[in-house]
């Protein structure tokens, strides 16, 4: 059985003690790798290794920084295949998703800030005739970068790359459920020669090796992305000692349709945005209002549609909805379902597990699922599910549906559907979420900010604000 290695100190390394934890393919429920079930020691060990490489990383120059960032980035383009075929067995996603979003954009995110870092500026600031100011960046220090089972590589270069790119030193942790490409993406560091102790990764279960990265006093900045749970014990757990935290967590999107929208484009990209990875991206629109003149076309519609949505092999092309990250989480969206029952709601399309034949007979597989007739304050309509899961409700006017958009504790995207620009403005404004896609979803451009509101999160990705957040201004003063 194949066995992943943390990587500390430029070295792939058993943990300490060697004990390991299961690692699952959720496509056919079997047991196909281990994962080290490491503790504080290795965190340790890769804090001692980020340590005794930070003074040295921090002055390199940004060109060397930037080309040993660009050489990776060229490594995970050669190695897209594989990368993408171990993405689809450790996550469930389609394979053909995994080739089309989740590895490239790791790539790119390792290009993107590689070159930002080439384009960088400080401010000056002269007070009259007095004095002059220069503000600068210094990288932190050691930086914690935690991340989620969704998008695996894609979410953990996301952090990882502005990190080592700003100057910073990293202790990575990717999710216990998904971390195979994070353990090829060590091989690749080693290739690219990036300089041992610049990243350091360090698998194993959340409570364990995240916790001890979050309450080690030598990391000052944590950059998480999970769940909103873990993220409120990161926020009191990291307060009494002042680190800096970057906090994306879950959400309950809404995804608003007006009378007026072009009703093809919305159909089709609405499809993808309530069920595209399962319904695991922390943006897919969960909740679906509907201008009340057009709910009945609509529904028609979307019902045709998703109901011919194929749940499948992730290996097989025409496969549309793969299979659930875990056995653990699937129990999880099941529940939500026949919670959905109990609310009142009435299922239109889907609402249960899918048994598939040959290799695929003990995967976890949920169909896509519609669900209509519940209340925006109901549970369903209020906690994360994060699943091939949406409900249906109808809305008259602009007031209420942004009533309702606003009645969860989240804030993270919305997504608005109208030809009508001005109310589109209008809307945008007035939603509590940190993402708004007008016409489109997902559409991404890695420089703009990135992030939620309320309990979806505090601070932004994305951009400058990302390599800013891995590093300390300093102003200087200085009498004319
Ligand atoms: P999770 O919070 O359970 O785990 C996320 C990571 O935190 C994992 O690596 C896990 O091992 C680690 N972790 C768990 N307990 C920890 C602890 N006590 N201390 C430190 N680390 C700990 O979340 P998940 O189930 O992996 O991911 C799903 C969640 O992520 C959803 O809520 C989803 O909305 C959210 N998400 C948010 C975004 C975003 O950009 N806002 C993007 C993707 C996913």
Redesign the pocket.
Known sequence: MQKILNYINGELKEPTPAKWVDNYNPATGEVYSLIPDSDERDVQNAVDAGLAAFPLWASTPREERSRIMLRIAELIEQKMDTLTEAESIDNGKPLWLANKVDIPRARDNFKFFATAILHEHSEAYQTDNEAINYSYHTPVGLAGC??????PLY?FTWKIAPAIAAGCCVIA?????TPMTAFMLSEICIEAGLPKGVLNIVHG???K???A??EHPMIPAIS????????Q??ARTAAPMFKKLSL????KNPNIIFADCDFEEMMKVTVQSSFSNQGQ??LCGSRLFIEESIYEKFKTEFIARVAKLKVGDPNEKETKVGAIVSLQ?KEKILSYIQLAKEEGGKILVGGGEVKLDGRCTNGYFISPTLIEGLPHTCRTNQE?I?GPVVTLTPFKNEEEVLMKANSTQYG?AATIWTSDLKRAHRMAHKIHCGIIWINCWLLRDLRTP???MKQ??VGREGGFEALRFFTEVKNVCVKL
């Open positions: 935690i991340s989620p089972w969704n998008l979410l942790k990717p999710s216990e459920v279960l959340g409570p090796v995240g916790a990265i979050i998480f992305t999970g769940g909103t749970k873990t993220g014990y990161i994306e967590l879950g959400g991206i922390c989480h994360e994060f993270l990135f992030g939620g979806s999160g």
